[in-house]
Structure formats: structure tokens, C-alpha cells
């Protein structure tokens, strides 16, 4: 695709809400080709991740932190990845005259099942007891793999309720409540947040369209910056 610059004047700005993670640079090549055509973004540093901070919080607390973060714009379009997108659809459904448009890549938020469902359990244990009540290194380590997530290790005793809390809701219940026009980014291959996840948020989003990238996994934003932002900016300028 041709990099042609969108029309700024009606376009609202976008902002980008990543996933479960500490570092932000692999957001930069997606970012880079979004400016380059055009698009005012705006990637967020998320509270307990990449902002430095080590709150404790609840999905009603990042959907008030939105508000605060988007409060100087009438209208805006949400990208979320994962974690973002939970926020992004909870935010949506909340404020939908604020959200121009929503674009979700592989979002969480749909409750797990069979072995995800297991994750997802050991993971509500390592919040729950924490390092006070796990002393041996071996065992925690070993609930970390059964939690199939390295980056949660890394998690302060907060950020490990955090997401227990994050975990208790299921964004489904809410998804009929998104009005704003919905594009939905998927990896066919994607083991985090599976492809079905992904067909449910876009049947329970009236309207809503999807593309689902054969060869892509969790992140396509890392693997397929190029496709991505040709994905966004042919939705974004229609």
C-alpha cells in the first residue's frame, strides 16, 4: 500500500493501548508507520507496566484512567492489544459517544477454557498466597510455568492482583454495549488469546469486521508491522 497521508482534518487521534508487558520498543515500528502516513497516535504507558508505577487497581480503575487520558479529545480511536484491548472494550462499552472507532488486536478478556482456564486459576493462586506464603524459588518458579507466562514472574505482589481482578471480569457480558464501528485484528495462529476468542468478541460486537492473519501469532503488530498498518489505515481513512 502506497503511503499516503490521511486526512487529518477529520480524523480523530489514536491511541494505542499495549498488552501485558514492561518495555514498549517493539510498539515502534508499527507507530513509526502510522505517523508516516499521518496519524496523530498517542501510545499509552499503562499504570503497573510501562509507566513505572505499582498500583494495585480494578478494570473500573483503567477505564477511569482513560477518561483522564483522552479527556482533552472530543472523539477517539482506540487500538488495544491483549490487555489494551480489554481496557479498550470496557472503555467503549462505558463511553461510547467518546470512541470514533475500535480497533482491537487479539484482545483479552473472553474467560478462559480447558487448559487456559487452568492458567488462569494458578495464576489467581500466585496473587492470592504470594511470595510470603511460597518462600521455596523452585515451587514459585514452577507455578509460573504452569502459568505458561514468564512475564508475570516479573510482577510486583500488586500487579499480580491486578490482573486476578482483571481476570474476575468477563467482557463479554458488555460487548452488545459497543457502539462505535469495530475492525478486529486476529492471529490465526495466536495461543494466548485463541482465534475463538476473537470470533466471539466479533459476533458479540454488532457490526463488527475481522481479519484474521494466517501465519500470525499473538502479536502481529511485532511480526506484521507492515500489514497491520496497512489493515489500519485502509480502515481509518474510509
Known sequence: MAETPCTMGIMSKLFILHGWTY?????????????????????LKIPG???????????????????????????????????????????AAKYPEKVARLILEDSAGIPPRGL???KRDVFKIIAKIGHTIIRSERMRDLLYKLARESDYRKATPEMRKTMANMLSVDISLILDHVEAPTLIIWGAHDRTTPLADGELIHRGIRGSKMIVLPDARHSPH?????????????????
Open 49 to 91: 507496566l510501562t509507566d513505572g508505577t505499582n498500583p494495585m487497581w480494578t478494570l473500573d480503575d483503567y477505564v477511569q484512567w482513560l477518561k483522564e487520558k483522552t479527556a482533552a479529545e472530543e472523539k477517539v480511536v482506540l487500538l488495544g492489544h491483549s490487555y489494551g484491548g480489554r481496557i479498550s472494550l470496557a472503555f
Open 23 to 43: 518495555q514498549s520498543e517493539t510498539w515502534k515500528p508499527l507507530v513509526a508507520l502510522l505517523e508516516k502516513r499521518g496519524f496523530d497516535v498517542e501510545f
Open 116 to 118: 487456559r482456564r487452568l
Open 222 to 238: 511485532i511480526t506484521h508491522a507492515q500489514k497491520v498498518a496497512d489493515i489500519i489505515t485502509a480502515e481509518l481513512q474510509q
